[in-house]
C-alpha cells in the first residue's frame, strides 16, 4: 500500500499549487483521507480532511477560505487545492488516510493508518 503525494513546488506569495495523492495497492475509495504539514522547525499539523464520499470536509484555521480537498475515487486520488499561498505555509506536505467510514475532522498523527511520502511547498516572499 502506497500514498504518493506530489505537485509540490516553489511559488511566490499569492500563488497557487494543487498537490495530489494517488493511492495504490488498495482502493481508498471507503476511507476518509487527509492532508498534513511540517513545517521548518515545527511538529506536524494537521491541514485538511475529506471524508469517503466527499460529502464532509474539514480545515485547520489557519487555511480555511484557501485550501480546498477533493478526491476522485475511480482514480483512488486525493487533492488539496491551495491559492493565496504566504510563506508560513511552507512545509513539506503529506497525504494520509484513516480505514473505514470514520472520519476525525481535526485529526491527530496518531488516527491516522496509512501516511504517504511528502512532497515540498515553498512559498517565497
Known amino acids: 500500500v502506497q500514498l504518493q503525494a506530489s505537485g509540490g513546488g516553489l511559488v511566490q506569495a499569492g500563488g497557487s499549487l494543487r498537490l495530489s495523492c494517488a493511492a495504490s495497492?488498495?482502493?481508498?475509495?471507503?476511507?476518509?483521507m487527509y492532508w498534513f504539514r511540517r513545517a521548518p522547525g515545527k511538529e506536524r499539523e494537521f491541514v485538511a480532511a475529506?471524508?469517503?464520499?466527499?460529502?464532509?470536509?474539514s480545515y485547520a484555521d489557519s487555511v480555511k477560505g484557501r485550501f480546498t480537498i477533493s478526491r476522485d475515487n475511480a482514480k483512488n486520488t486525493v487533492y488539496l487545492q491551495m491559492i493565496s499561498l504566504k510563506p508560513e505555509d511552507t512545509a513539506v506536505y503529506y497525504c494520509?488516510?484513516?480505514?473505514?467510514?470514520?472520519?476525525?475532522?481535526?485529526?491527530?498523527?496518531?488516527?491516522?493508518?496509512?501516511w504517504g511520502k511528502g512532497t515540498l511547498v515553498t512559498v517565497s516572499s
Open positions: 495497492g488498495r482502493s481508498f475509495s471507503g476511507d476518509a
Open positions: 475529506i471524508n469517503w464520499s466527499a460529502s464532509r470536509t
Open positions: 494520509a488516510a484513516t480505514v473505514g467510514r470514520i472520519f476525525y475532522g481535526t485529526p491527530t498523527e496518531r488516527d491516522m493508518a496509512y
